[in-house]
């Protein structure tokens, strides 16, 4: 194995897609090092992105935050203005390890992951979050719910690497929350999970919402059935029992010694309308 | 290139050493530093026996790779009494019977001076979530967590 310490995207991007052997990609490592430990990879190459300029920095961009690939869940947990605008984000973040895990891991690393239960990543789909992709022929844009496509897999070609992750701008009056049922109080995986993020209007109805389900199906699940559930409502009984069900019906979990089919698709609908009202209070709070 | 050699600051004091590539810090402050009261208890970032500050971080030193180490800054378990002087935490582990076999201790010592360093009046639902990370297999955890609230009402009053 090749440790190696680029000092640009650029040049991370073209070792990463000249290896012909395997490679892997060092930010926070907590799932990489792991994966080493255990034996289920061998790289023949590991690229440390962290000296990259602006790997480590957390910009504010055209009212939002542009959120560099090796930002640690304690860096973004002490970052007063994400944590304003995107608490949901933050939040669900904030849920994956130990203070020690918190102390490396990355959102673009739970992205990139693939797991269909990161806790990272349900709050970023329904933040219509976007990563910056720098590949071997340049940068593009994708939105973060593109990028998983199954367990362990992501929309990545060969040398792509993401760079920083972008929290958009939202309205006023808009708020997020995030949600995992765990059989214990902390240091788990979710057996499932929900985030919503939603915009009030000036009469106080959801104007605007986005719903993601985490755990229930080969990839975070963007759900529009459900986020058109609270539109025009002011989180009424009828409109959370609707959100419920349209989120228990998008479900496609596996049954697994952490939870069955049906376990999951039910909870997670309570997750969801949970989740909703936190969103809900919060939207209220910033109005 | 079978090896990498690192220059990084340790406890304070600046070290060198060479490592693999795919050598953890772990292993290079036991190993090669002869730093040996981090310990290995899972090598896979779930029970905290290896604690160690990097650039100030509380992370798993089995975690790491050593070669990240270029540049950081590393504290340990080693650089915590003050020559013969235990820290304060150290004394009011011993003082109220906080451990017992040992093994997680060094890694409790790294992780509690990191939560008061940044919080130095921790409820004990802050310390036990703080120490999620570092699992103790003997003395169950109530006397931990008084040995810290122990160390920290003593560092307040100091």
Redesign the interface.
């Known amino acids: 194995?090749?440790?190696v310490?680029p000092e640009t995207a650029e040049e991370a991007a073209d070792l990463l897609g000249r290896e012909e052997g395997v490679s892997r990609i060092?930010a926070g490592?907590?799932d990489v090092?792991?994966q080493?430990?255990?034996g289920l990879v061998e790289p023949d190459l590991?690229v440390?992105i962290?000296r990259i300029a602006g790997m480590r920095d957390i910009t504010p961009e055209d009212g939002g935050f542009r959120i560099g690939a090796a930002v640690?869940g304690?860096m973004l947990g002490e970052h007063a203005g994400v944590k304003a605008l995107w608490p949901g984000v933050v939040e669900g973040f904030e849920l994956i390890?130990?203070?020690?895990?918190q102390?490396?891991a990355t959102m673009a690393g739970n992205l990139c992951n693939g797991s269909p239960a990161g806790d990272a990543v349900p709050s970023l789909v329904a933040a219509a979050a976007v990563a910056r992709i720098q590949g071997p022929g340049g940068t593009r844009d994708c939105p973060v719910a593109e990028i998983p496509v199954g367990p362990g897999r992501t929309a990545l070609g060969k040398g792509e690497i993401i760079t920083s992750i972008l929290l958009p701008a939202r309205p006023a009056r808009s708020g997020d929350a995030y949600l995992r049922f765990i059989p214990r109080t902390?240091?788990d995986i979710a057996v499932a999970s929900a985030a919503v993020s939603l915009t009030l209007g000036a009469d106080g109805r959801v104007a605007a919402a986005r719903v993601a389900l985490g755990a229930v199906a080969p990839t975070v699940r963007l759900v529009d059935a459900a986020a058109e559930c609270l539109l025009g409502t002011g989180l009424e009984e009828d409109a959370l029992a609707a959100l419920a069900a349209a989120c228990s019906a998008a479900c496609r979990p596996i049954d697994d010694k952490r939870g069955t089919i049906a376990f999951r698709s039910q909870v997670a609908g309570v997750l969801a309308r949970r989740a909703a009202a936190i969103a809900h209070q919060r939207a209220g709070r910033t109005s | 290139?079978k090896t990498?050699q690192v220059a990084t600051t340790i406890n304070g004091d600046s070290a060198e050493f060479v490592c693999g590539?795919?050598e953890?810090l772990l292993d290079a402050l036991r190993n090669r530093l002869g730093l040996t009261g981090a310990k290995e208890g899972c090598?896979?970032?779930?029970c905290?026996a290896c604690?160690v500050r990097?650039d100030d971080?509380?992370?798993?030193s089995?975690?790491?790779?050593a070669?990240?180490a270029?540049g950081a800054r590393i504290d340990t378990i080693e650089g915590l009494a003050q020559g013969e002087t235990l820290h304060p935490l150290q004394q009011s582990f011993i003082d109220l019977a906080a451990l017992q076999c040992g093994i997680c201790t060094p890694g409790i010592l790294v992780?509690a001076k990191?939560?008061l360093d940044r919080n130095p009046e921790p409820t004990d639902t802050e310390i036990r979530?703080?120490?999620?990370?570092?699992l103790c297999r003997c003395t169950g955890y109530d006397k931990i967590v008084r040995a810290v609230q122990d160390a920290a009402a003593k560092m307040r009053s100091a």
Request: charged share 20%.
């Open positions: 194995m090749r440790y310490r060092l490592g907590t090092l792991v080493l430990k255990s590991i440390d962290k640690s304690a390890g130990s203070t020690q895990v102390g490396r902390e240091m | 290139m990498i590539h795919d953890t090598g896979t970032g779930d905290g604690s990097l971080r509380l992370v798993c089995c975690l790491v790779l070669a990240e270029e992780a990191a939560l979530y703080w120490l999620a990370g570092n």
